[in-house]
């Protein structure tokens, strides 16, 4: 009984072990806290991040950091090339199996490779990201939100369309009017790629119905973009009330700076043109290289008008020299997409070897696991059968003696009844001789009425079809559908070939055979040979083998 408890319990220790997980990694607190500030205090955040010492990290924080540095870089210009040892978070992750980190790992992914213009590496992550974001309907809002701003680069109008109708579907299940606005002001913009001006503004309109007041800076750019739209159908007065509504709202620099070059454009088309120029001017070097070249522009434009040539002239070598500016700089990102989207490919096969390595080593796991649960069921069996065999001993030794006594009666009836059985046999096998002889004889009687009936004048046979369709059903009524297993083994033969093979079967003779066909005996032998090469028949002749066939 000790020896059964013992392995009983080795069993369910061994059971336990097999199906137990292993652990999450526990983080640093302090990373943790980092990833929780990030979100307020950004810039703080990102220098404390970079001023960590990684050779102090474990394997989990130190991935945990990596990941950091992904989050990081969105809201900083951190380090590119920290940004390669996100597969190290990504192998961590998917070893841990915590969906939530990996799906946001992946959308982080997607937002840098999509402001690089790696619209490839981009749709990747966000596939990715969508395959673990589950039940998070938060995130699916952002993820298809930001496959939208792809299709948008890529004029793929009906794609962004589609993505953004869901983003709204999901905000509408949701119940959040902030994210609702959001979707309705991004279809918006797709309406004003399309320069349909009437629909965008008034899915500007909705959305802002519907966003709620202390969303100043939501509501500073729906009203901006309204102002646009106003601006776009030729209503500069409407124009400008919304501008104006969009600058109390949001009272930032850079928001400013661009509200000052759209209202400068409204001027324009109001003919204030004193008021357009003052407008484009105020804090230009602040602008991107693109606005700035179209600004200088403008105002060459202005100073056209003005007849100042000489300052046309200037302000439009100003817009060139934006504009060379901007295409090497777009030169240098080509360049650097093209290096990207080789180092995404190493980077994805670099993942899948470390997904096909965690998988092999869990097999191996399970596998040990498995083996070692059978060798513990297999020695409690062994235990088992040791102590029935041990009882079945005594009973074996008393009943030998009994088993062969019954063993040479056995013996003897086993004798008496093989013998029964010979004899049994080959009465059979001699009546189902005589079938066959009875089979024949029926089969000829049949059969040569109808060929003597079919002789002319001269002796000559001519079977007609229906008298071969006879033949046929006579020889396959007598010998177990013979014509159907024959073309189901030979599918080359002919109808004539079937025929001849039915006489065959019925063992004519060569003379009855050359009246059936007209030819002489050697034309019957050398018949014969051809169809049995067809039919590729070795070591026996024909006649034997359709006879057994």
């Known amino acids: 009984m000790r020896l059964e408890t013992g392995f009983i319990v080795a069993m369910l220790i061994m059971s336990s072990f097999s199906c137990s997980r292993k652990q999450h990694s526990i983080y640093s607190r302090s990373l943790l806290m980092l990833e929780d500030s990030l979100d307020v205090i950004p810039e703080k955040s990102v220098r404390q991040i970079l001023e960590i010492d990684t050779s102090s990290l474990r394997g989990a924080d130190k991935a945990f950091y990596y990941f950091l540095l992904v989050k990081a870089q969105l809201t900083s210009d951190a380090p590119e090339l920290l940004l390669d040892k996100s597969d190290v978070a990504l192998s961590h992750f998917t070893k841990q199996k915590d969906s939530a980190r990996?799906?946001?790992?992946?959308?982080?992914?997607?937002?840098i490779y999509s402001g690089r213009y790696a619209f490839l590496r981009a749709n990747a992550s966000y596939s990715q990201a969508e395959r673990f974001a589950e039940k998070d309907s938060g995130m699916m809002f952002a993820i298809k939100v930001e496959e939208a701003y792809i299709y948008r680069f890529k004029?793929?109008?009906?794609?962004?369309?589609?993505?953004?109708?869901?983003?709204?579907?999901?905000a509408s299940e949701m119940k959040d009017s902030t994210l609702m606005a959001e979707a309705l002001h991004e279809l918006a913009e797709l309406r004003i790629s399309e320069k349909n001006y009437t629909e965008a503004g008034q899915r500007l309109c909705k959305a802002l119905s519907i966003l709620p007041q202390k969303e100043f800076s939501a509501r500073a750019e729906y009203n901006k973009d309204l102002s646009r739209v106003c601006l776009a159908m030729n209503r500069p007065d409407s124009a400008l009330f919304y501008i104006d509504i969009a600058l109390q709202n949001d009272h930032s620099d850079e928001f400013e700076l661009t509200c000052n070059v759209l209202k400068g454009n409204i001027c324009l088309k109001m003919h204030r043109l004193k008021d357009a120029e003052r407008l484009f001017l105020k804090n230009i070097e602040k602008l991107p290289l693109k606005e700035k070249q179209d600004v200088y522009y403008k105002i060459a434009q202005l100073k056209k008008e003005e007849k100042d040539?000489?300052?046309?002239?200037?302000y439009a070598e100003r817009s060139i020299r934006c504009r060379d500016s901007l295409e090497a700089n777009n030169k240098a990102g080509y360049i650097s997409n093209l290096n990207a989207f080789q180092e995404h490919e190493r980077q994805q096969r670099r993942i899948a070897n470390m997904n096909t390595k965690i998988s092999e080593q869990e097999i191996?796991?399970?596998?040990?696991?498995?083996l070692l649960s059978l060798m513990l069921c297999l020695g409690i069996s062994i235990v088992l059968r040791i102590k029935q065999a041990k009882k079945k001993v005594e009973v074996s030794l008393k009943e030998k003696e009994q088993d062969m006594v019954r063993l040479q009666n056995n013996q003897w009836e086993t004798e008496v009844k093989y013998l029964q059985e010979k004899h049994n046999r080959e009465a059979i096998q001699i009546e189902s001789l005589n079938q066959n002889v009875e089979y024949y004889k029926r089969l000829n009687a049949l059969t040569v009425?109808?060929?003597m009936k079919s002789q002319n004048s001269q002796g000559a046979m001519h079977l007609k079809k229906e008298e071969w369709d006879i033949i046929i059903q006579n020889t396959d009524a007598c010998f177990n559908d013979f014509t159907f297993r024959l073309k189901e083994a030979y599918p080359q033969l002919t109808l004539e070939e079937v025929r001849f093979a039915c006489l065959l079967k019925m063992e004519f003779s060569l003379s009855l055979l050359s009246e059936i066909y007209h030819i002489a005996k050697g034309s019957i032998s050398r018949k014969k040979m051809r169809l049995k090469e067809k039919m590729q028949i070795e070591n026996m002749t024909l006649d034997d083998f359709i006879k057994q066939f």
């Open 102 to 111: 990996l799906c946001q790992l992946h959308f982080f992914l997607g937002k």
């Open 155 to 170: 004029m793929m109008h009906d794609m962004e369309e589609k993505c953004l109708e869901h983003a709204l579907d999901i």
């Open 309 to 314: 040539f000489q300052a046309a002239s200037e």
């Open 364 to 370: 191996s796991y399970y596998r040990l696991a498995i």
């Open 449 to 451: 009425p109808i060929l």
